[in-house]
């Protein structure tokens, strides 16, 4: 089966940078989503990593490593609108449905 | 560029009552669709998809049941609701390619069974 670890909390500063990681364990693995989920909405996608090393969009990067099945979103500047639920995603193994993290909850301080 | 609805947004229902949760696809074609639960602070469950005009696969078998009567058009349905059935039911699409797994959902619905 497929399974992907992540945090369920992140806490932060406004202005601070975070690193909330996803490990995964597929067969077949295509690439890594990340997905935004504010309270009350629907998850928004972010990123998707294909191939090793760093995507950047805005203050958000993600990383992905095939060799260590793992990944990460990198949020810099940190607003208080970034407080949200954070879930990384993957598909693999000749299937194109996602498995979902349980998501990570990145609340963020004044 | 493509858009996702689905409605209604909001619904409280009696326990035993019907349901019906339509969601619509615009600006592709033959896209792969999907039913998602989440209970609240949890994460997302996958309850139906589809790759094509009647292909529904379940995969959690439970009183709802889900169909495509046309392309982008995917219905999710209940006979009977239970009280467990509440939550928030997200519908989604993406690109019918094995590789395309960047999913994009629509706005959600809140069911509560009351």
């Known amino acids: 089966g497929q399974s992907l670890e992540q945090p369920s909390e992140v806490t932060a500063v406004e202005g601070a940078i975070v690193q909330i990681n996803c490990t995964y364990q597929?067969?077949?693995?295509?690439?890594l989503s990340w997905y935004q989920q504010h309270d009350g909405g629907a998850p928004t996608f972010l990123s998707y990593?294909?191939?090793?090393g760093l995507e950047e969009t805005g203050r958000f990067s993600s990383f992905l490593s095939r060799s260590d099945s793992y990944g990460y979103l990198l949020l810099q500047e940190l607003q208080m609108k970034d407080s949200a639920s954070y879930f990384c995603?993957?598909?693999?193994?000749?299937?194109?449905?996602?498995?979902f993290g349980r998501g990570t909850s990145l609340i963020v301080h004044p | 560029s493509q858009t996702i609805h689905q409605w209604p947004a909001t619904l409280v229902q009696p326990v035993g009552s019907p349901l019906s949760l339509e969601c619509t696809v615009e600006?592709?074609?033959?896209?792969?669709l999907y039913w998602y639960r989440q209970a609240a602070g949890r994460g997302l469950q996958l309850l139906f998809y589809?790759?094509?005009?009647?292909?529904i696969s379940s995969e959690v078998p439970q009183n709802l049941s889900a169909s495509r009567p046309q392309d982008r058009q995917f219905i999710l349905s209940s006979k009977k609701l239970l009280l467990s059935d509440s939550g928030f039911y997200l519908c989604?699409?993406?690109?019918?390619?094995?590789?395309?797994?960047?999913?994009?959902f629509g706005e959600g619905s809140w069911l509560t069974v009351v």
């Open positions: 995603a993957a598909a693999s193994g000749g299937s194109y449905i996602p498995t």
């Open positions: 600006g592709t074609s033959n896209p792969n």
């Open positions: 989604a699409w993406s690109v019918n390619r094995v590789s395309g797994n960047t999913i994009y």
């Open positions: 597929t067969s077949g693995f295509y690439g």
């Open positions: 589809s790759v094509g005009i009647g292909q």
């Open positions: 990593n294909a191939l090793d």
